[in-house]
C-alpha cells in the first residue's frame, strides 16, 4: 500500500463536527469555517491558528464531515501521521474536493516538505477545491523557509482561536459527558474543573477515565465517586 493510498484511507473522527464544537470562546471562527465550506468561491486556503488545546483539529475534523455532507470528497489527515513517508506521501491528495493538513507547522524549515506543500496547494488550486491547514501561529512567524509558500497561506483566510476560559472548558466537558451518556451535574463538573489540568486535552482524558470506570462500577457521576477514581 503507498503512503497517499494510506492517507486516503484515514477515518474521520464521529466525535468531531460542527454541532459539537462547544465553548463561546471560539465559536464565531467555527461559524465561520462552517460559512467557507458553504461557499468556498475566492477562498483558495483556510489557515486555522491556535494552541493545539484550542480545537483547531476538531475543526477541520468538522470541515470534512461537512463537505462529505454536502457531497464532497474530503480528507484529513496529521502530519505527524505522514512524516515518517517523507514529502511523497501528500501525492494524490489533491484527488480530493477539500484537502485538512493539521499540525502544518511540524515541517516548517524542511526545504522539501515546504515545497512538496506549495506544490499540493497549486494543484488543489487548479482543480477548484480548497486546502485547510492548523498551525499554532500565523504563517510569518513560524520559521517556514519557502517565501511563496508563506505568500499562499497569507493570501487566504485565516482563523484565529483563543485559549478557552475555565466556563468554556466546563461547558465542553459537561457536553462530551453528556455525548457519552453520562450524567454530569453542575456540581460535579465544577468539582473536577477545580482540581483537574488546566488543558483541555488533559481535561478530556480524564473524562475517559471516568468513563471507564463508571461503566464497570454501573456508578453515576458523583463527587464522592469522583473522589474515589481520581484519587483526590
Given at each position: 500500500?503507498?503512503?497517499?493510498?494510506?492517507?486516503?484511507?484515514?477515518?474521520?473522527?464521529?466525535?468531531?463536527?460542527?454541532?459539537?464544537?462547544?465553548?463561546?470562546?471560539?465559536?464565531?471562527?467555527?461559524?465561520?469555517?462552517?460559512?467557507?465550506?458553504?461557499?468556498?468561491?475566492?477562498?483558495?486556503?483556510?489557515?486555522i491558528?491556535?494552541?493545539?488545546?484550542?480545537?483547531?483539529?476538531?475543526?477541520?475534523?468538522?470541515?470534512?464531515?461537512?463537505?462529505?455532507a454536502r457531497?464532497?470528497?474530503?480528507?484529513?489527515?496529521?502530519?505527524?501521521?505522514?512524516?515518517?513517508?517523507?514529502?511523497?506521501?501528500?501525492?494524490?491528495?489533491?484527488?480530493?474536493?477539500?484537502?485538512?493538513?493539521?499540525?502544518?507547522?511540524?515541517?516548517?524549515?524542511?526545504a522539501?516538505?515546504?515545497?512538496?506543500?506549495?506544490?499540493?496547494?497549486?494543484?488543489?488550486?487548479?482543480?477548484?477545491?480548497?486546502?485547510?491547514?492548523?498551525?499554532?501561529?500565523?504563517?510569518?512567524?513560524?520559521?517556514?523557509?519557502?517565501p511563496?509558500?508563506?505568500?499562499?497561506?497569507?493570501?487566504?483566510?485565516?482563523?484565529?482561536?483563543?485559549?478557552?476560559?475555565?466556563?468554556?472548558?466546563?461547558?465542553?466537558?459537561?457536553?462530551?459527558?453528556e455525548?457519552?451518556?453520562?450524567?454530569?451535574?453542575?456540581?460535579?463538573?465544577?468539582?473536577?474543573?477545580?482540581?483537574a489540568?488546566?488543558?483541555?486535552?488533559?481535561?478530556?482524558?480524564?473524562?475517559?477515565?471516568?468513563?471507564?470506570?463508571?461503566?464497570?462500577?454501573?456508578?453515576?457521576?458523583?463527587?464522592?465517586?469522583?473522589?474515589?477514581?481520581?484519587?483526590?
Amino acid at each position: 500500500m503507498s503512503a497517499s493510498q494510506l492517507v486516503l484511507g484515514v477515518k474521520l473522527r464521529d466525535d468531531a463536527r460542527f454541532d459539537n464544537f462547544h465553548g463561546d470562546r471560539n465559536i464565531e471562527a467555527a461559524r465561520r469555517l462552517k460559512a467557507i465550506c458553504d461557499q468556498p468561491a475566492g477562498v483558495p486556503v483556510v489557515v486555522i491558528c491556535g494552541d493545539s488545546d484550542t480545537g483547531r483539529s476538531h475543526l477541520l475534523q468538522a470541515a470534512c464531515h461537512h463537505a462529505e455532507a454536502r457531497g464532497w470528497s474530503a480528507v484529513c489527515v496529521s502530519i505527524a501521521e505522514l512524516e515518517a513517508f517523507g514529502p511523497e506521501a501528500l501525492a494524490g491528495l489533491d484527488t480530493q474536493d477539500l484537502v485538512s493538513l493539521d499540525d502544518l507547522d511540524r515541517i516548517a524549515g524542511d526545504a522539501a516538505w515546504e515545497e512538496a506543500v506549495f506544490h499540493l496547494y497549486n494543484r488543489i488550486h487548479d482543480r477548484g477545491g480548497l486546502l485547510m491547514v492548523s498551525i499554532s501561529e500565523v504563517p510569518t512567524s513560524l520559521g517556514f523557509q519557502l517565501p511563496d509558500l508563506v505568500s499562499r497561506l497569507t493570501h487566504g483566510l485565516t482563523l484565529q482561536l483563543g485559549i478557552y476560559r475555565d466556563e468554556d472548558r466546563q461547558t465542553i466537558l459537561q457536553a462530551r459527558a453528556e455525548q457519552r451518556g453520562l450524567v454530569m451535574s453542575d456540581d460535579v463538573a465544577s468539582f473536577i474543573m477545580r482540581r483537574a489540568p488546566r488543558r483541555l486535552g488533559d481535561l478530556l482524558a480524564m473524562l475517559d477515565v471516568l468513563d471507564e470506570n463508571s461503566l464497570q462500577a454501573q456508578r453515576r457521576l458523583t463527587i464522592p465517586f469522583v473522589k474515589t477514581v481520581m484519587g483526590w
